[in-house]
């Protein structure tokens, strides 16, 4: 699939590669998709053993590998811990090339994190002077990221016709096969929120059916079964459920806490599917908000509004689910009227679908 060249076909050979033997292998061969293709196919399931190798491996053949490729692979490994290590090692260096990954990493993070987004986090990339065309092709998927969160989709798709072919020419194929699949996750997402539903599902299953790209890029691969999932919402219970399920349950199988955030945003949205589809209603779930929408839909609406006002008085403001949610608590059509116009806004067009005359009247039989 990814990186069919690989040399290394067992641990035995690692270790002696790892102890300077490399006059053992075709030193041609010998290159980061070579490195990392060896270890998917030895360690498929062991995240642990493979970072290990690589670490040896790194610290050892520092010519070998760029240190921009780890930074990608930790990430898209969901280990921020390594790559905060790494990026303060390459920082002590002093490369000016690898300041210059660390700055687009450092303020990828910060997005990651919700500290960082739409016109701010465009702002920030904007500044970054890179130093050759693989940090170029990157701060313009960063550059993406920022215009996908502002809502605005129709720029964003007119530089995605640009990126996307610079990405489809690059030499490194681990780097090629991890942007595309970036671009490929945010085009989805842009697709759910336009409520082009069909395209998205397209986008999804074009992923899906690699099935080889969840061993090299785990928590990138698990959203689209979430992004699939939520296709349905509206539609079918069963299918909605099954496809975020699959998501939640791969995220589950990746090792320690690297898919912590991501893991908790699938079980927010299948608690948000069993309340709007008031199907098994009897659990507590954990997210705040969402706890606020399943008392709404058992009809402990004045519970439900001492959470919401709890949120607004401890984030300053609500979020468009959480303006609907306070809406129906309240049964006040012009909160409800805000939150459709935050929803517009946002040019959430998916979701926008809460506010329409069925899915109302459904709330507002739960709740009356």
Not at 42 to 57: A, G, P, T, V
Not at 153 to 160: A, I
Not at 341 to 366: G, P
Request: aromatic share 14%.
């Amino acid at each position: 699939m990814v990186f069919k060249d690989y040399m290394i076909k067992d641990d035995r050979q690692f270790n002696q590669f790892l102890l300077g033997k490399m006059n053992l292998f075709d030193a041609s061969r010998i290159n980061s998709n070579s490195i990392l293709s060896s270890l998917n196919e030895l360690y498929r399931n062991d995240y642990e053993k493979q970072k290990y190798f690589l670490q040896d491996y790194y610290f050892n053949y520092l010519d070998s590998i760029k240190s921009n490729i780890l930074m990608e692979y930790y990430l898209m490994q969901g280990d921020i811990e390594e790559l905060e290590t790494l990026m303060e090692i390459e920082r002590e260096r002093g490369s000016k090339d690898m300041q210059t990954w660390i700055t687009i990493y450092q303020i990828l993070l910060k997005n990651q994190k919700g500290e960082l987004s739409g016109t701010d986090l465009i702002d920030e990339i904007f500044k970054v002077k890179n130093t050759n065309s693989e940090s170029l092709i990157f701060s313009l998927i960063v550059h993406l990221y920022g215009i996908q969160e502002t809502g605005l989709f129709e720029p964003f798709h007119k530089v995605l016709t640009v990126v996307a072919p610079m990405v489809e020419l690059m030499d490194n194929e681990y780097l090629r096969e991890a942007y595309k699949i970036r671009l490929m996750e945010m085009e989805a997402t842009t697709y759910l929120y336009m409520n082009e539903i069909e395209q998205c599902r397209s986008k999804c299953l074009e992923v899906i059916k690699r099935s080889e790209l969840q061993f090299y890029f785990p928590i990138v691969y698990a959203n689209f079964f979430h992004i699939l999932g939520q296709t349905y919402m509206f539609e079918n219970f069963e299918v909605a459920k099954y496809w975020v399920e699959q998501s939640r349950n791969a995220l589950l199988q990746l090792s320690g806490n690297r898919a912590m955030d991501r893991t908790q945003y699938t079980v927010n949205t299948l608690d948000f599917l069993h309340s709007f589809w008031g199907i098994d209603i009897h659990t507590e779930p954990t997210d705040e908000a969402e706890r606020a929408h399943r008392l709404i839909v058992q009809g402990r609406v004045d519970e439900a509004v001492d959470i919401l006002e709890g949120l607004k008085k401890k984030r300053g403001y609500l979020t468009s689910y959480q303006l609907f949610y306070y809406g129906l608590a309240m049964n006040d059509d012009s909160m409800l009227n805000v939150a459709r116009d935050v929803f517009t806004s946002n040019s959430n067009y998916f979701y926008l679908q809460l506010l329409s005359t069925e899915n109302l009247h459904k709330y507002k039989k739960k709740t009356n």
